[in-house]
C-alpha cells in the first residue's frame, strides 16, 4: 500500500507529457534505465476468414471472434478514462468506416485524442499492403487514400510518422523507397526469414537503416527499419486480451494474487529482449488480431503492470515501462545517436521455419491477381478521363459516375490477405464482387468523359468478356464504333480483337482512311470456354492506333460481299518450317514436338534457342515425418516438375495480320504463340485449368523456359514493377543460408519481369499479373501460373487451395542484346499493367474522332503515373515518373503539358499526394559510409521541372477548364 503514491505520481507523470501532437507528445523516459514502451493495438486484417463488412460488423464469429466496430469504439472510450493511455492504429478502411457512423460529439473526442497525441495512426494506408504481389501503382493508390483521409479529418497530427508493416509475408525494396518518400521517419516489420532474424539478433542488427534504391541519392530513398522482436503480439504470458488465455493480473492479498511472478516474468522478457537491441530502449507490441473489442480488459492489466513494475525500481530494478507508441520509440532510437547497419537488398522470400517457404502465395488466386491487375489499370483510365473531361463527367449524359467505389475497392485489393490469395473461398469472391461494383460506377464515368470530350450522344458499350470473344454488340451489329483510350503519355498501336458473326468488315481509322483488318475463326479452346452460350464464329482483327492520353475512334461497318471467299483458317498441317514471325522476330517450333525451339532477334541479329513447356509440381501433402504441405502460402513440392505433356498437338494460323500457333499439351492446358506486324515480343496467351486433381496429387503448374544461356546461378526479377534486383540461387546478400527446399527456396516474387541473361543475350519475360518465378537450373528460368491444392499448409486460412478455375493469361517474350534489352522491357511492363481501353458504340460514336489530353507525348522514358481529381476544386494529382534504363534527367514544362485544360498553378507534393514536399522533415541516420543530409527544396519552375532516372516527382496542379465544369 505504502507504493500507491509513487505509482499515481508516475501515471500523472506520463499523462503530462501528452501537449500535443508528434514527438512533442512523447511520455518522458528514465536515462540510465531499461526503457519498455509497450504499444497497445490491434491488427484488423481488412478480410481473411471473414470478409470486410464480417470482420467490421461483427458477423460469423463462429469462425472468427471478430468486431472491429466495437474495438474503435471501446478504445476511445478507454483512452478518455485516463490520460497516460495510448493507442495506435493502423487500417483506415475499417476507420473511414466507423467514422462516417459516429455523431459529432465522438468526432470531436476523437480529434483531441489525436491532437494530443494519444491515439496514434501507423502506417496510414488504406489497408496493410502486401509487398510481394502487389504493383507499386496499387501501393501509391492505397497508401494515398488512406493519408488523405487521415489529412482530411484530424489534419497535420493525422499523418503518420512511421510505417507499420507488421504483417505482410516478407518485404520489398521499393515499398522502402515510397514510405521513405512520403516523409516517414521509420518503419516496423513483423515477419522475417527465421534465418535472417537470428542472425541479426545475435550481431543486434534487428535495427538498420534501409537503402531502399541504389538510383536516388540518399537520404531520398533511406528508412529506419525495425523488426519487431515477437512478430506483433505480446509476450508469452502477457496478453490481456479477451481472446487470450492468460490470467490478468491479481494485485489483491488473496490466494489468487500473482503480481509478483506477473511482473518477474515481464522483467525476465525485457531483460532477454534487451540483449538482442543496441539501446536501452526496447519496444512490446501489446496486442494482436482483433485485439481490443474489450478495451478495458487490456487497459486494466497494463496499468497495473507499468504501476507495478515501476515501483520495483525503488528496490534496485533498472526497468522502466511506459505507455508509447512506435514513433515514440523511434524518437528515442534517433537520440541514441548509434552508427546503424545499412541494409542494400529486400527481405524476400520469407521463411518461418525449415521447409516453410511462404512463396506460393506469389502465385495463389491467378484468377484474382489478374482482376486486380486489370482493375488497377482500369482505375487509372477512369481517373484520367475524369480529369480530363471536369466534374461534369461524374453527371454527364449516361448517369452519375464515380471512381472512388473502384478506388476503394482497388485499395482494399492491395491487403496482405488479398492478393495475395491467402484468404478463404468466400473472401475472394467478396474481393472480386467489390471490384466488379467499382467497374460498373467507372465505367459510366468513362461513358460520360468521352462522349463530353468527342461531342456523342451514343451510350457507351463495354464488352467485359472480349477474353473469351464475346460481346452481344459487335456479334449482332452490322455497324458499329470503336473508341480506343490510352492512358500511357506516348503514342500507341493496339491489337484490336472483336467477336463477330460476318466475314468481311470494313474499318475505317479516324481521319475516314480505311484500315487492314480480317475475321479469323474463333480457336477451339475459346469455343470451349463458352460452353454452351454458342457465342460469334469469327474475330474482326484491326491494328489500332492512339494517341498520347487521348483515343481514336474506328468505325467498322459489315460488307456484303468484296471480301475473300475463302477466310483464313486453322491448319493442322504445314508443308514448310513450324514457324511464325514478322520483321522483328522469326519463332521456330519443333516440327515433331511442337515445342517453342528457337527465337531469333532479326534487328539484333541475335538468337537463341529457348525450350518452353508447362510442367507441374506435386504439391507435398505433408507427412509424420516432415509435416509441412503446400497451401495458400507455402509452396513446398514432393518432387521435381513433370511435363504436361512431350509433345502438343498445333494448328497454324498466318494472315497479313497475325500469325499464330495453338498449342495442346492436355484437355486443360492450352497455348497461342503469337506475332502481328510491328510487334517486337512473342506473345505467349496460355489458358490453364481446370488442373486435375483426380488423382489425390495437388498440382503447382509453371511454365518453363531452357535457354543455354550461362547465368551463373543469377537471376533478375522486379520490385513491384519498378526496380530490378539480381537473384543468386541458394544465396542470400546478409546472412548464410541454410538450404532446405531448392526449388521454393529460390522462388521469388514477379510482378511485371524476370530475365536471365549473359554477357550478350538477355531473355526476359514480361507477365500479366504477379507470379512467383526462379531460375532453378543455369539458363532456365520459370513462372508459377496456377496452383490447386488438397492440404491447408496451418498457417491460419484453415481451408486448402482448391480452386477449380480456368485461368487465361498472356507472357511478353522478348530477346534482346543485353546492353538494349532495359529500353524495351521498361516500356512494355507499363503497357501491360496500364493498357489501352476499348469503348464500343452502337451508331456512329464522337463526332471528335481523335483526342489528346497532352499537347505533346512525353520522352520514352518519361512516364505519366498518376493524373487524377485532387482533394480540392479544381485541383489535380499528378505523378511523373523516369522509368530509367539509358535515358538520363530529362526536363518538361508542367504549364503546357496538357490540352484539356489550363494549369494556373503547381505545387511540389510528397510522394503520397497529401504534403506538400517543403513540410517534410525526416530524422536523419547515420551509417558506416556517414550521414547523408537532403539537400533543400529547390524553388519549383513548372516550366522546368526535371526528373532524373528512377525519380517520381508528385505534384497538385491547379487548373481551370476553357467551359463551364469541363472541355
Not at 124 to 137: I, L, N, P, V
Not at 706 to 716: H, I, K, S
Not at 798 to 810: N, Q, S, Y
Amino acid at each position: 500500500m505504502a507504493a500507491a503514491p509513487l505509482l499515481l505520481l508516475l501515471l500523472l507523470l506520463g499523462a503530462a507529457a501528452a501537449a500535443g501532437c508528434g514527438y512533442q507528445s512523447c511520455p518522458p523516459t528514465r536515462p540510465g534505465l531499461l526503457n519498455v514502451h509497450l504499444v497497445p493495438h490491434s491488427h484488423d486484417d481488412v478480410g481473411w476468414l471473414k470478409t470486410v463488412d464480417q470482420y467490421y460488423y461483427g458477423v460469423r464469429n463462429r469462425e472468427q471472434h471478430a468486431g472491429v466496430q466495437y474495438i474503435l469504439d471501446s478504445v476511445v472510450a478507454e483512452l478518455g478514462a485516463d490520460p497516460a493511455r495510448r493507442f495506435v492504429y493502423a487500417e483506415v478502411a475499417f476507420l473511414s468506416l466507423w467514422w462516417g457512423q459516429q455523431d459529432e460529439d465522438t468526432r470531436s473526442r476523437v480529434r483531441d485524442l489525436v491532437q494530443q497525441g494519444r491515439l496514434e495512426f501507423v502506417g496510414g494506408g488504406w489497408c496493410m499492403s502486401d509487398e510481394a504481389t502487389t504493383h507499386y501503382g496499387g501501393t501509391l493508390e492505397q497508401m494515398g487514400l488512406g493519408r488523405r483521409f487521415l489529412r482530411r479529418h484530424f489534419g497535420p497530427c493525422g499523418t503518420p510518422r512511421v510505417g507499420w508493416q507488421i504483417d505482410p509475408f516478407g518485404h520489398s525494396r521499393e515499398m522502402a523507397a515510397e514510405l521513405a518518400q512520403m516523409g516517414y521517419d521509420g518503419v516496423f516489420l513483423g515477419r522475417v526469414d527465421h534465418q535472417d532474424k537470428v542472425a541479426r539478433a545475435q550481431c543486434q542488427e534487428l535495427e538498420l537503416l534501409w537503402r531502399g534504391s541504389p538510383s536516388l541519392d540518399p537520404p531520398n530513398a533511406d528508412i529506419f527499419t525495425g523488426i519487431l522482436p515477437n512478430v506483433y503480439d505480446p509476450p508469452p504470458g502477457l496478453c490481456w486480451d479477451q481472446l487470450c488465455s492468460d490470467p490478468p493480473v491479481v494485485d489483491g492479498d488473496g490466494p489468487e494474487r500473482n503480481v509478483d511472478e506477473v511482473v518477474s516474468s515481464f522483467l525476465r522478457a525485457a531483460t532477454a529482449q534487451a540483449k538482442l537491441y543496441r539501446t536501452n530502449h526496447i519496444i512490446m507490441t501489446m496486442g494482436s488480431d482483433f485485439h481490443y473489442e474489450n478495451a478495458h480488459l487490456w487497459f486494466k492489466n497494463l496499468d497495473k503492470l507499468i504501476a507495478h513494475v515501476n515501483a520495483r525500481q525503488s528496490n534496485g530494478s533498472r526497468v522502466h515501462a511506459l505507455y508509447s507508441t512506435p514513433s515514440c520509440y523511434l524518437r528515442e532510437l534517433h537520440r541514441a545517436n548509434l552508427t546503424w547497419p545499412l541494409k542494400t537488398d529486400d527481405f524476400l522470400p520469407y521463411s518461418d521455419g525449415p521447409h516453410q517457404f511462404w512463396a506460393g502465395f506469389f502465385s495463389s488466386r491467378p484468377a484474382l491477381k489478374g482482376y486486380e491487375r486489370l482493375s488497377l489499370g482500369f482505375l487509372q483510365v477512369c481517373s484520367q478521363l475524369e480529369a480530363l473531361a471536369g466534374p461534369a463527367a461524374r453527371e454527364g449524359p449516361h448517369g452519375c459516375g464515380d471512381s472512388s467505389e473502384l478506388r476503394e475497392a482497388v485499395a482494399v485489393a492491395q491487403h496482405h490477405d488479398a492478393v495475395t490469395g491467402t484468404e478463404r473461398q468466400h473472401v475472394a469472391d467478396d474481393y472480386a464482387r467489390r471490384l466488379s461494383g467499382g467497374w460498373g460506377r467507372c465505367q459510366v464515368l468513362v461513358g460520360n468523359a468521352l462522349s463530353l470530350l468527342g461531342g456523342s450522344k451514343d451510350p457507351p458499350v463495354f464488352c467485359d468478356a472480349l477474353n473469351v470473344s464475346v460481346c452481344p454488340l459487335t456479334e449482332t451489329s452490322t455497324h458499329f464504333t470503336v473508341v480506343l483510350y490510352n492512358p500511357l503519355a506516348r503514342r500507341v498501336s493496339w491489337p484490336v480483337r472483336l467477336p463477330v458473326n460476318g466475314t468481311c468488315y470494313e474499318v475505317t481509322d479516324p481521319q475516314g482512311h480505311p484500315l487492314p483488318s480480317q475475321v479469323v475463326p474463333v480457336s477451339g479452346v475459346t469455343r470451349w470456354l463458352r460452353g454452351r452460350a454458342g457465342g460469334a464464329r469469327g474475330e474482326l482483327l484491326f491494328q489500332a492506333q492512339a494517341p498520347p492520353l487521348g483515343f481514336s475512334t474506328f468505325r467498322v461497318r459489315q460488307r456484303s460481299r468484296g471480301g475473300p471467299q475463302d477466310p483464313p483458317k486453322w491448319t493442322s498441317e504445314e508443308s514448310g518450317p513450324l514457324e511464325i514471325q514478322n520483321e522483328h522476330l522469326r519463332v521456330v517450333f519443333d516440327p515433331h514436338t511442337g515445342l517453342l525451339r528457337e527465337i531469333q532477334n532479326r534487328h539484333g541479329g541475335v538468337s537463341l534457342p529457348v525450350l518452353q513447356n508447362f510442367y507441374w509440381y506435386a504439391a507435398s501433402a505433408g507427412d509424420a515425418l516432415s509435416p509441412q504441405a503446400s497451401g495458400a502460402y507455402i509452396f513446398r513440392p514432393s518432387s521435381g516438375p513433370v511435363p504436361v505433356a512431350k509433345r502438343v498437338s498445333t494448328a497454324l494460323l498466318k494472315t497479313p495480320l497475325v500469325q499464330e500457333l495453338h498449342q495442346n499439351f492436355s484437355s486443360w492446358c492450352s497455348q497461342v504463340a503469337r506475332l502481328r506486324p510491328g510487334q517486337p515480343f512473342l506473345e505467349l496467351e496460355w489458358t490453364l485449368g481446370p488442373i486435375p486433381v483426380g488423382d489425390g496429387v495437388g498440382k503447382e503448374l509453371i511454365t518453363h523456359f531452357q535457354t543455354p544461356l550461362a547465368t551463373a546461378g543469377r537471376f533478375f526479377t522486379d520490385s513491384n514493377g519498378r526496380q530490378i534486383l539480381e537473384r543468386r540461387r541458394d544465396y542470400r546478400p546478409t546472412w548464410n543460408l541454410s538450404q532446405t527446399e531448392p526449388v521454393a527456396g529460390n522462388y521469388y516474387p514477379v510482378n511485371t519481369r524476370i530475365f536471365i541473361q549473359d554477357e550478350k543475350l538477355q531473355l526476359t519475360v514480361l507477365t500479366d499479373r504477379s507470379q512467383g518465378g526462379s531460375s532453378v537450373q543455369d539458363g532456365a528460368l520459370e513462372l508459377m501460373v496456377h496452383r490447386r491444392l488438397l492440404h491447408d499448409d496451418e498457417r491460419g486460412v484453415g481451408e486448402a487451395l482448391d480452386e477449380p478455375l480456368v485461368v487465361r493469361g498472356r507472357h511478353r517474350v522478348l530477346l534482346d542484346p543485353a546492353g538494349a534489352a532495359p529500353d524495351g522491357h521498361r516500356g512494355r511492363a507499363q503497357e501491360m499493367v496500364t493498357p489501352p481501353h476499348l469503348v464500343l458504340a452502337a451508331g456512329d460514336g464522337p463526332h471528335l474522332r481523335q483526342f489528346s489530353g497532352l499537347r505533346r507525348a512525353l520522352p520514352p522514358h518519361l512516364h505519366l503515373l498518376t493524373v487524377a481529381p485532387g482533394e480540392g476544386a479544381g485541383t489535380l494529382l499528378l505523378r511523373l515518373e523516369h522509368l530509367g534504363g539509358r535515358g538520363g534527367t530529362e526536363t518538361l514544362d508542367i504549364t503546357t503539358l496538357f490540352s484539356a485544360f489550363t494549369v494556373t498553378a503547381v505545387r511540389e507534393m510528397a510522394l503520397g499526394g497529401d504534403i506538400p514536399l517543403e513540410s517534410v522533415s525526416r530524422l536523419l541516420w547515420t551509417t558506416a559510409t556517414g550521414t547523408p543530409k537532403p539537400p533543400p527544396v529547390p524553388k519549383l519552375d513548372p516550366r522546368r521541372v526535371t526528373l532524373e532516372p528512377m525519380q517520381i516527382r508528385t505534384f497538385e496542379v491547379t487548373m481551370s477548364y476553357p467551359g463551364p465544369g469541363g472541355p
